[in-house]
C-alpha cells in the first residue's frame, strides 16, 4: 500500500528533476554549487582561522570588509548575468515591486522593523558592566565588528552589499532554482540552510540564528515576491548590528 502511495511522489520528483536539468543553465548549476560548497568551505575556513588569530588590526579588519564586499558583488553580478543570458525578466529574480496592498504592508514592516532598531541602539542599550564586558568577549571572538569610527564607516557599505547580494541570491535565485524539485515551503527550507551554512564562520549559534533569520526572509519574499524591501530590512539589521558593536567598544573604552 505505501509502495503504491509513493508513485506520485516519485513522479513528482522525477519530473522537478526534469525541470531542473532543461530549463536551468551550466552557469546556474555552478551559481548553485557556489552556495552548497564553496562559500560554506570559506565561511569555515575563516572560522577556523579566526579563531586561531589573537588580534586583528584596523588596517586588516577594513582589508577583509573590502575584500567581502568584493566578493558580495561578484556573486551578485553573477546571478544578473545568469538572469540575463538565459532572457528572463527581472521581475522573476524578485526585482520587481508587488502589488498593493503588499507593496504598501512590505515597505511598512521595513520602516516598522528599521524604526525600533534604530530605537533600540540609540536609546535601548544600557547594558552592566558584567553584559558589556561579556558581549565584547564575543565580539572580540568573532574579529568581524567594528571598533572604531574608521572601522564603522566601511562597515557600513559592507552591510548594504550584504543586504543586496544576499537577498538577490539566497533569496531570489535559490528559491527559484529548487522550486520545481522542492516547492515554495521546500524552498524556504533548503535556501535558510543554506543560508546558515554560508554563515559558519560564526559558530554552530551563528548558523542557528542565520539559519532562521534565512527563513524569515524567505517566508517574507514567498508572500510578496519582491526582493527589495527585504534588501532594506536585511541591510538594516547589518548596519545597526555594526552600530550597536561600535558602542559596545566604545562604552567599553569609556567604562
Keep these: ?29 555552478a551559481l548553485v554549487g557556489l552556495a552548497l560548497f564553496v562559500l560554506p568551505a570559506l565561511s569555515l ?12 588590526g584596523s588596517d586588516q579588519l577594513i582589508a577583509r570588509y573590502f575584500r567581502t564586499m568584493l566578493r558580495g558583488w561578484v556573486v551578485a ?20 515591486w508587488p502589488p498593493e496592498p503588499l507593496g504598501a504592508a512590505a515597505i511598512a514592516v521595513a520602516a516598522a522593523a528599521v524604526g525600533i532598531l534604530a530605537w533600540q541602539v540609540t536609546f535601548g542599550v544600557r547594558p552592566s558592566e558584567k553584559d558589556l564586558a561579556g558581549w565584547k568577549r564575543q565580539l572580540d571572538a568573532l574579529k568581524l565588528a567594528p571598533r ?38 521546500g524552498s524556504i527550507v533548503i535556501t535558510s540552510i543554506i543560508f546558515g551554512a554560508g554563515h559558519a564562520y560564526q ?10 533569520a534565512g527563513a524569515f526572509f524567505a517566508t517574507g519574499y514567498a508572500l510578496t515576491g519582491s526582493l527589495w524591501w527585504l534588501m532594506i530590512l536585511h541591510a538594516a539589521v547589518d548596519v545597526f548590528a555594526g552600530v550597536l558593536a561600535w558602542r559596545v567598544y566604545s562604552m567599553h573604552r569609556n567604562a
Design 1 to 29: 500500500m505505501s509502495a503504491v502511495g509513493d508513485v506520485p511522489r516519485y513522479e513528482a520528483l522525477m519530473s522537478g528533476i526534469d525541470s531542473l536539468a532543461s530549463t536551468r543553465s551550466l552557469f546556474e548549476f
Design 148 to 185: 572604531n569610527a574608521r572601522e564603522l564607516l566601511v562597515f557600513i557599505p559592507v552591510s548594504v552589499t550584504a543586504g543586496v547580494w544576499e537577498e538577490l541570491f539566497y533569496r531570489g535565485f535559490l528559491m527559484w532554482f529548487f522550486a520545481p524539485l522542492a516547492g515554495v515551503f
Design 77 to 96: 553580478g553573477a546571478v544578473l548575468l545568469a538572469w540575463k543570458l538565459a532572457g528572463r525578466p527581472f521581475d522573476q529574480l524578485g526585482l520587481g
Design 45 to 56: 575556513f575563516y572560522g577556523f582561522r579566526s579563531a586561531r588569530e589573537r588580534r586583528v
Design 203 to 212: 559558530g554552530w549559534k551563528g548558523v542557528v540564528r542565520t539559519t532562521f
